[in-house]
């Protein structure tokens, strides 16, 4: 594409800009910035000069390990890599581009200049007239290339600056140097044609004419900070800045007088630094300025006015050692990190745009308002304010809602919005429509959850749809009592609950604007007494074994215990023991001395006494090996058993292996006796279980086996339902399938509730005597395992004949008492129709 030389002089500053040292970026951006991995380039590339050409390509002059041959890559615009687009002379460093898309690097080891035309031919010894070889100055840094063509670099090595037409005449020493300088950067003025160097070794910058030569070269135009490296104009002003590698700082110097001021042209005088060992600089179409910071693997950014700020964390991920920056027509930075061979490229956050105006819905004295992005940069934030009254909410993201609070009900408000990230904040939106706050009554809240205590059920409300509740009444059924919550969600206890009923609960929920409907009945709960305490243990039983003994533990009265603590004395350590009763071994004795244990019992009520001390046993070092332990004790549960074992004769045990039979699974005890339990059982079949016992010394023969036992499904509450009544022309009578924990006693009774009235007598009103209940029938099972067991309450004869009169409500209480512990009552209401 042809371009105009307005157009290319623009896209060859830029390139100028590039081209002054090879460059890359650090590892991270600030939050302003979004960071990516633009290409990576083959292991060993080393990119240091970077360029962008006026399509968008990005090329990289890859310095190798400094030997053989250099490379140029080359990055489209979408990012596909060209890793190998040309090969160059020895250790390329610069890097530039013309108008016409040729790309040129400076080899700073071969003493020349490779020439690599748009379509990827390479030419470096045959692009100067008659095939010439296009040689410079020694060890050539930079090189930058003007509107015409010309080509320029700063030879570090032989102290001058070479000058190379489009047709690749070379003149090697176009504009000498002073002695003792080492000329690095190199850029120009695409306006004036003036070249200006970089004098690393003299903290210096040489300035030359579009003439060169002697007389149009200001050897000490301008001073810098120490170790200038890389050097840059601004095409606007006119004024060029420079990298000092040595003192970490930016030089600004006059394009009008060469005024240079290193320290004092940030604000308020301020000292303008940058990361560590600035190299390449690049200066945008704003006139911000970046800088790779070699040292640090960070990227500086200075604004027009001296204000800086890094992007990246500094050595982590690609970003390492950058070199060379680069900057394409759409303001997008690209960076050469040396050390991983990547080009990596920073997107600077624009602040963002106006947003539309907002919605907003009006509550109780409050109003929630929702807000959207307008164009620009990506909001963190908005501010949403209230008009009148300035009162704010914040939204926090790219967009969504707030709530605006403390408005009067009844009142017009509007509201606004501005946004905000980390570049900036938008102007004011457009107000929003209208809205006046005011009271909704609540909606009907959730149906209650309830959990029952000791004559009471404990209620939890939350709100449902609607105004914001101040209270809710809860309300008990049977019975109406009732209890009250104060605020939006909460719990409350309803006391004087009958234990052993069961009761379901609704809620109702207030504000200043009315009342809800009645919400759905909870799940129903049944208050119970609550559980007692563990009483006291009786005295552990222990048994010795080699540095540790072997305590088991039984229950006392009072409540079920959950667990035991066992303690051994004299020494104070513990075992402990999960469950109403069991074993647990103590290790860590010592043999020989005589220890005594007691135990305290716990539950979720509280922990007992500490029981008697057990009688004393003395450890010892197993001398034999354990006898046949005698045949194991099992109990049944839910596709598992629970195996009690216990030593023979012959050396003490201190440890056993339990398998069942059939299938062969197995527990292992630890300690002298003790218990273990099988899982993975199959429940309805009959197992039964042997054990070997082992010590230090060797493992007994199979004891003998245990009883016969099936695993069945676990109960894991006592249930009384499906009450069906049975009427026959000779029977009455109601089935209720009954599901117990475990072994114990069903008993089930049936009422009726019967009112006497007492005879009037004159003058004396008529009296109700509290009424009384009749049995109606009695049924009860005695069952040994847990499981759903069938109960049939058979009416008695006289109650027959009274169902054929009139129907009958009976009231069924089921009570199971199981073999340790007290009873639990479930009641049911059954309605008997009249038997015809």
């Not at 090969?87 to 690097?105: F, K, L, Q, R």
């Not at 693997?297 to 604004?303: D, F």
């Not at 950058?322 to 920073?346: D, E, K, M, W, Y």
């Not at 089921?814 to 639990?824: I, N, V």
Request: hydrophobic share 35%; net charge positive.
């Amino acid at each position: 594409m042809k371009m105009s030389k307005k157009t290319a002089t623009a896209a060859l500053a830029t390139a100028a800009l590039l081209a002054i040292g090879a460059g890359a970026l650090p590892a991270a951006a600030s939050a302003a910035a979004t960071t990516t991995t633009f290409a990576t380039l083959p292991a060993g590339s080393s990119p240091h000069g970077i360029a962008v050409d006026s399509s968008g390509n990005v090329f990289t002059a890859n310095y190798g390990n400094g030997t053989g041959s250099g490379t140029v890559s080359k990055i489209t615009p979408l990012g596909i890599l060209t890793a190998v687009f040309g090969t160059t002379g020895t250790a390329p460093e610069g890097i530039a581009v013309d108008s016409a898309g040729n790309v040129y690097t400076a080899n700073s080891g071969s003493n020349d200049v490779t020439k690599i035309t748009a379509d990827g031919l390479t030419s470096t010894v045959n692009w100067g007239p008659s095939s010439a070889h296009v040689v410079t100055g020694t060890s050539p840094y930079g090189i930058a290339v003007d509107a015409n063509g010309n080509l320029y670099t700063a030879n570090s090595g032989s102290r001058n600056v070479s000058k190379i037409t489009s047709a690749g005449v070379s003149t090697a020493s176009w504009a000498l140097t002073t002695a003792g300088s080492t000329p690095h950067g190199i850029a120009i003025d695409s306006t004036t044609g003036d070249v200006f160097v970089a004098q690393y070794g003299l903290a210096k910058v040489t300035k030359i004419t579009s003439a060169g030569g002697v007389g149009g070269t200001t050897q000490s135009w301008a001073t810098t900070g120490t170790m200038p490296e890389g050097v840059a104009v601004n095409q606007t002003t006119h004024d060029v800045y420079v990298t000092n590698l040595g003192s970490a700082d930016i030089s600004k110097i006059s394009a009008a007088d060469g005024t240079s001021s290193t320290v004092n042209w940030g604000p308020s005088s301020a000292h303008v630094t940058t990361g560590a060992q600035p190299k390449g600089i690049a200066i945008d179409a704003s006139g911000k300025i970046y800088t790779a910071n070699y040292g640090s693997s960070t990227v500086s950014r200075i604004l027009p006015d001296g204000t800086s700020a890094t992007y990246g964390s500094g050595f982590s991920g690609s970003w390492i050692n950058p070199t060379g920056v680069a900057i394409n027509s759409a303001g997008a930075l690209f960076v050469s990190n040396t050390s991983t061979n990547r080009v990596s490229t920073i997107a600077e956050l624009a602040a963002p745009g106006t947003p539309p105006a907002p919605t907003a819905v009006g509550g109780d004295g409050s109003a929630t308002v929702t807000v959207a992005a307008g164009s620009g940069g990506t909001p963190a934030s908005y501010l949403v304010t209230a008009s009148p009254g300035g009162n704010t909410c914040t939204v926090t993201g790219a967009a969504g809602s707030c709530t605006v609070t403390g408005l009067s009900n009844g009142t017009a408000y509007t509201f606004s919005a501005t946004a905000t990230n980390a570049t900036g904040t938008s102007s004011g939106s457009a107000a929003s429509g209208s809205v006046s706050p005011t009271i909704t009554a609540p909606g009907t809240p959730p149906a209650p959850t309830a959990v029952g205590g000791d004559g009471s059920a404990t209620v939890t409300v939350a709100a449902g749809s609607g105004g914001a509740p101040t209270s809710y009444t809860v309300t008990a059924s049977p019975g109406g009592r009732t209890c009250t919550v104060t605020g939006a969600a909460g719990s409350c206890t309803i006391t004087g609950l009958t234990n052993g009923v069961a009761y379901t609960f609704s809620a109702t929920a207030t504000n200043a604007g009315g009342t809800s409907g009645g919400s759905a009945a909870s799940g129903s709960v049944s208050p119970a007494p609550a559980t007692a305490a563990p009483g006291t243990p009786p005295a552990p039983t222990a048994v010795a074994g080699d540095g540790s003994a072997t305590t088991t533990v039984s229950a006392g009265s009072g409540g079920t215990p959950t667990s035991y603590t066992v303690t051994a004395s004299p020494g104070g350590k513990t075992c402990t023991v999960t469950g109403a009763a069991g074993s647990c071994t103590i290790s860590g004795l010592t043999n020989g001395v005589a220890y005594t244990f007691s135990a305290t019992a716990t539950n979720g009520t509280g922990t007992s006494a500490a029981s008697a001390a057990s009688g004393p046993v003395s450890p010892a070092p197993a001398s034999e090996a354990p006898g046949t332990p005698p045949a194991p004790t099992a109990v049944a549960g839910d596709g598992s058993a629970t195996i009690t074992v216990s030593a023979g004769s012959g050396g003490t045990p201190s440890s056993y292996t339990v398998t069942a039979s059939p299938g062969g699974k197995t527990c292992t005890v630890t300690g002298a006796a003790g218990s273990c339990t099988i899982t993975g059982l199959t429940n309805g079949v009959a197992y039964t279980f042997s054990s070997v016992a082992t010590n230090a010394v060797g493992t007994s023969s199979g004891s003998p086996a245990s009883g016969s036992i099936s695993p069945v499904s676990a109960v894991k509450v006592f249930e009384a339902v499906k009450f069906t009544p049975l009427i026959t022309k000779t029977s009455v009578a109601v089935v209720t399938a009954v599901s117990v924990p475990g072994a114990g006693k069903i008993t089930q009774i049936a009422t009726t509730r019967v009112a006497k009235k007492k005879a009037k007598k004159a003058g004396v009103s008529k009296k109700k005597k509290k009424p009384k209940t009749k049995t109606r029938c009695k049924a009860t099972k005695i069952v040994k395992v847990a499981g759903s067991f069938p109960m049939t309450c058979k009416m008695n004869k006289k109650s027959r004949k009274e169902l054929r009169k009139k129907a009958m409500t009976l009231t069924i209480r089921t009570t199971f008492t199981p073999a340790k512990g007290k009873p639990t009552v479930k009641t049911k209401i059954v309605k008997l129709k009249r038997k015809r």
